[in-house]
């Protein structure tokens, strides 16, 4: 069974611009949860997806978006970037996201704001 | 203060001997109990799950978990060199409606030396 896919891997954007980030879950999982991590901060939870409907959100700003399809994969979306937006940002997958479910990871997109 | 807490180490020990990793945790509804690696430039890997208290053992790795004490650990037997990672707790936060999030620490560094 393929695993979770990100996509890109890699980006360098400005001060400014807007970027999409897309992950891809392992099949038939239909949770979606995506997580910023950073040297200082560490894993810090962004927000979760089940159904296309968002069910969690982490202490972020109203920058950071997300959404995710009929067919489980998600999006995430930050507009008007930082340079504190330099991160690896991580999606991890789940069959439903509740209670005993374990997450898999994808392999991140780097994310470098100039 | 942090809902979840490790040592940020590094911890160092020889091959073959035992690495002891602790975790501690705030959330006393919390039910699920997760173990990741990571090695530098990668994302995390799960290796182990531990839902109910006492022992669990999956080859080299033994997860032990004391929710009275909030406290789980992950014992490593038979250090090897490839063990050499970050080592990242977590933990399920149940919020409203039944759902939950992962709550990681910010990890243990294991530099297992030959």
């Known amino acids: 069974k393929a695993g979770v896919t990100q996509t890109p891997r890699y980006l360098i954007k400005t001060r400014g611009q807007q970027v999409t980030l897309s992950c891809s879950p392992i099949s038939g999982h239909r949770s979606v949860s995506w997580y910023q991590q950073t040297p200082g901060q560490g894993l810090q939870f962004l927000f979760e997806y089940f159904s296309e409907t968002q069910r969690n959100k982490g202490n972020f700003p109203g920058r950071f978006s997300g959404r995710q399809f009929s067919n489980s994969r998600s999006e995430m979306n930050v507009s008007t970037l930082e340079l504190g937006d330099s991160a690896l940002y991580l999606c991890a997958s789940s069959v439903t996201g509740v209670s005993y479910n374990e997450q898999f990871f994808g392999p991140g997109t780097r994310l470098t704001v100039l | 203060q942090k809902e979840v807490e490790q040592n940020s180490g590094p911890l160092s020990v020889p091959e073959g001997a035992i690495a002891s990793l602790n975790c501690t945790y705030s959330d006393r509804g919390s039910q699920s109990f997760f173990w990741y690696r990571q090695y530098s430039g990668k994302s995390p890997e799960l290796i182990m799950f531990?839902?109910?208290?006492g022992d669990k053992e999956d080859g080299r790795f033994t997860a032990q978990l004391n929710k009275a004490s909030q406290y789980v650990s992950l014992l490593i037997r038979d250090s090897q060199p490839s063990d050499s990672a970050t080592y990242l707790c977590?933990?399920?936060?149940?919020?409203?409606?039944?759902?939950?999030?992962?709550?990681f620490g910010a990890g243990t560094r294991l530099a297992v030396h030959p």
């Open positions: 531990i839902y109910s208290n």
């Open positions: 977590a933990v399920n936060s149940p919020v409203t409606g039944g759902y939950n999030k992962l709550i």
